[in-house]
C-alpha cells in the first residue's frame, strides 16, 4: 500500500531564506504528483503538478522535483516571505482513470520577518 | 476560474442525527472526491465518484454513504452521526481536461456533540 511521508513536519526560517520541503513515497509507480498549500482553517490550494514523466514545475517562487525511481518529491521556495507561512502537504496518485490522490501529513511552515 | 463549493461551513449537530454535506462544483468534472481531515491522520478518502450516479469507497466508508444524481453535486450522508465524525470535511474535484488538477473547496467543520 502506497505511504506518503513528509519530513520535517513543521519548519520555521526567517524571511528571505530559501528552503526544501520534502516529500517521499513507498511505491514508485505514479501517475502524478501534486504540492497543496493549506492556510488554517481552509481548504487546499494546488500549487503544481509533476505528471510522472517530468522532472520539475516551476511557478514563480516555487519550483518541485520528482525523482520516481528514489520515490521522491521536493518543493524549493525561494526568498521565502511571511506570506508563505502555511501547512504545504504533497499527494501522489496511481493509474489514470479516476483514482483518489493519497497524501502525506504536510509540513506546516513559519517564515518570521 | 475554478469553484468548488461547500455550502455548510461549520455545523453542529446531535448524535444520532442525519447530516448532509453539500458540495458543488461549475467546472463539469467526471471525478469528485470526500476527504475528511484530522490532526495527526491527515486526509483520508471517504468516498469518489467517477461519474454521475457512480461512486466507490475510500479508505473509511463506514459510517459514511454518498450520492450523486447530478454531475455538478457530490453529497456525503452522515446516516447517524457520532461523536467520532467531529471532523473537517473536504470535497474536490477534477477532471482530466484540466491537466488532471485536483481542486478542493474551503471545508466543512461539523461538530457532533
Known amino acids: 500500500k502506497q505511504e506518503v511521508t513528509q519530513i520535517p513536519a513543521a519548519l520555521s526560517v526567517p524571511e528571505g531564506e530559501n528552503l526544501v520541503l520534502n516529500c517521499s513515497f513507498t511505491?514508485?509507480?505514479?501517475?502524478?504528483l501534486q504540492w497543496f498549500r493549506q492556510d488554517p482553517g481552509k481548504g487546499l490550494t494546488s500549487l503544481l503538478l509533476?505528471?510522472?514523466?517530468?522532472r520539475e514545475q516551476t511557478s514563480g517562487r516555487l519550483n518541485a522535483s520528482l525523482d520516481k525511481s528514489s520515490g521522491r518529491s521536493t518543493l524549493y521556495i525561494a526568498a521565502s516571505q511571511p506570506g508563505d507561512s502555511a501547512t504545504y502537504l504533497c499527494?501522489?496518485?496511481?493509474?489514470?482513470?479516476?483514482?483518489?490522490?493519497?497524501f502525506g501529513k504536510g509540513t506546516t511552515l513559519s517564515v518570521s520577518s | 476560474d475554478v469553484k468548488v463549493t461547500q455550502s455548510s461551513r461549520y455545523l453542529v449537530k446531535r448524535t444520532g442525527e442525519k447530516v448532509f454535506l453539500e458540495c458543488v462544483q461549475d467546472m463539469d468534472h467526471e471525478n469528485m472526491f470526500w476527504y475528511r481531515q484530522d490532526p495527526g491522520l491527515g486526509l483520508r478518502l471517504i468516498y469518489f465518484s467517477y461519474d454521475v450516479k457512480m461512486k466507490e469507497k475510500g479508505d473509511i466508508p463506514e459510517g459514511y454513504s454518498v450520492s450523486r444524481e447530478k454531475k455538478e453535486r457530490f453529497s456525503l450522508i452522515l446516516e447517524s452521526a457520532s461523536t467520532n465524525q467531529t471532523s473537517m470535511y473536504l470535497c474536490a474535484s477534477r477532471t482530466r481536461l484540466s491537466g488532471n488538477t485536483i481542486y478542493f473547496g474551503e471545508g466543512s467543520w461539523l461538530t457532533v456533540v
Open positions: 499527494a501522489v496518485r496511481h493509474g489514470q482513470a479516476g483514482t483518489a490522490l493519497i
Open positions: 509533476i505528471q510522472s514523466s517530468q
Open positions: 511505491d514508485s509507480a505514479i501517475y502524478n
